[in-house]
């Protein structure tokens, strides 16, 4: 049951639906309608290839079967089938892009390739390096800005001060949450001398609240002084309570998360659900305020 409940975490569908998610409420509450249906297929595909090609290249370095991720395993294992798969997505949403986007959202999904090009270089041959930028950031700001392409590339001309605000407090919603996983892997990345925030401030990452009680008196200053709208506002301080629960419940028992990884089998599905629940911690604000509004 644990391996099957990991299977999102490792085929990467959790992050897209996570992108999916927060796409729509920022699409509903900028522009006033859901995303079109091209735009889910370039949006989810895009995060799917990103997410994809990483775990790919992750694999192909995988040497050591003790100290690697149960998803490095599984795309090292089933490379061909996973690098098919890939070309096929890689295809189709270069297709559904020239065919339906418009010329403003083509030039703005070039550029995210550029961006996202460049954090699989940083990813892959800077990860043993103490960068500027910690990698959870840089994936935090690359995620946030991917989900709110639709509003920075439309014609509609959302308000350009408060998507920025906004944008800029998912970039933080989302580097938190890559802070909580990392921190499941902390040893993995000890022992493969890989660079991570996590690694960075161990006696912060053991009580990762000062950072979500930061984020969410950052989006409640927002909210309050207008700058953020409530639908975003809700989400976003919902998300920070989800992972705020995550954190003590999920995290507490071994803050270094060493033995959750360190061994075969059930061990390593249980991290692989851990990382699926911290993602599914950013899906239930955006769906609850979706359904109710």
């Given at each position: 049951?644990?391996?099957?409940?990991?299977?999102?975490?490792?085929?990467?569908?959790?992050?897209?639906?996570?992108?999916?998610?927060?796409?729509?409420?920022?699409?509903?509450?900028?522009?006033?309608?859901?995303?079109?249906?091209?735009?889910?297929?370039?949006?989810?595909?895009?995060?799917?290839?990103?997410?994809?090609?990483?775990?790919?290249?992750?694999?192909?370095?995988?040497?050591?079967?003790?100290?690697?991720?149960?998803?490095?395993?599984?795309?090292?294992?089933?490379?061909?089938?996973?690098?098919?798969?890939?070309?096929?997505?890689?295809?189709?949403?270069?297709?559904?892009?020239?065919?339906?986007?418009?010329?403003?959202?083509?030039?703005?999904?070039?550029?995210?390739?550029?961006?996202?090009?460049?954090?699989?270089?940083?990813?892959?041959?800077?990860?043993?390096?103490?960068?500027?930028?910690?990698?959870?950031?840089?994936?935090?700001?690359?995620?946030?800005?991917?989900?709110?392409?639709?509003?920075?590339?439309?014609?509609?001309?959302?308000?350009?001060?408060?998507?920025?605000?906004?944008?800029?407090?998912?970039?933080?919603?989302?580097?938190?949450?890559?802070?909580?996983?990392?921190?499941?892997?902390?040893?993995?990345?000890?022992?493969?001398?890989?660079?991570?925030?996590?690694?960075?401030?161990?006696?912060?990452?053991?009580?990762?609240?000062?950072?979500?009680?930061?984020?969410?008196?950052?989006?409640?200053?927002?909210?309050?002084?207008?700058?953020?709208?409530?639908?975003?506002?809700?989400?976003?301080?919902?998300?920070?309570?989800?992972?705020?629960?995550?954190?003590?419940?999920v995290l507490r028992p071994d803050p270094t998360c060493g033995r959750f990884v360190q061994h075969a089998g059930v061990v390593r599905s249980h991290a692989a659900l851990k990382a699926s629940?911290?993602?599914?911690?950013?899906?239930?604000?955006?769906?609850?305020?979706?359904?109710?509004?």
């Amino acid at each position: 049951m644990n391996r099957l409940t990991a299977v999102p975490n490792l085929l990467s569908l959790d992050a897209v639906t996570v992108g999916l998610v927060w796409m729509s409420i920022f699409s509903i509450q900028f522009l006033n309608r859901w995303p079109h249906g091209y735009e889910y297929i370039s949006i989810g595909g895009a995060i799917w290839i990103i997410y994809t090609a990483d775990r790919i290249l992750d694999g192909l370095a995988v040497t050591d079967d003790v100290t690697a991720t149960e998803r490095h395993r599984f795309h090292r294992q089933h490379r061909r089938r996973m690098t098919l798969l890939w070309c096929v997505a890689v295809t189709t949403v270069a297709w559904v892009a020239a065919t339906a986007a418009t010329e403003r959202q083509l030039r703005g999904g070039i550029l995210m390739i550029a961006f996202a090009i460049c954090y699989l270089v940083s990813a892959q041959w800077l990860n043993r390096a103490r960068t500027l930028i910690p990698k959870e950031f840089r994936a935090g700001i690359l995620f946030a800005f991917g989900v709110t392409l639709t509003c920075w590339t439309s014609t509609e001309s959302p308000p350009q001060g408060s998507l920025a605000i906004c944008t800029f407090l998912a970039a933080g919603l989302f580097t938190i949450n890559c802070l909580l996983v990392s921190t499941l892997e902390i040893k993995i990345d000890s022992v493969q001398g890989s660079d991570s925030l996590a690694r960075r401030i161990p006696l912060r990452t053991a009580s990762q609240t000062f950072w979500i009680v930061a984020h969410a008196i950052t989006t409640t200053g927002a909210l309050v002084t207008g700058h953020a709208p409530t639908a975003i506002a809700f989400s976003i301080l919902l998300s920070d309570a989800c992972l705020f629960a995550y954190a003590h419940k999920v995290l507490r028992p071994d803050p270094t998360c060493g033995r959750f990884v360190q061994h075969a089998g059930v061990v390593r599905s249980h991290a692989a659900l851990k990382a699926s629940l911290a993602d599914a911690s950013l899906i239930v604000a955006p769906l609850l305020w979706i359904t109710v509004s």
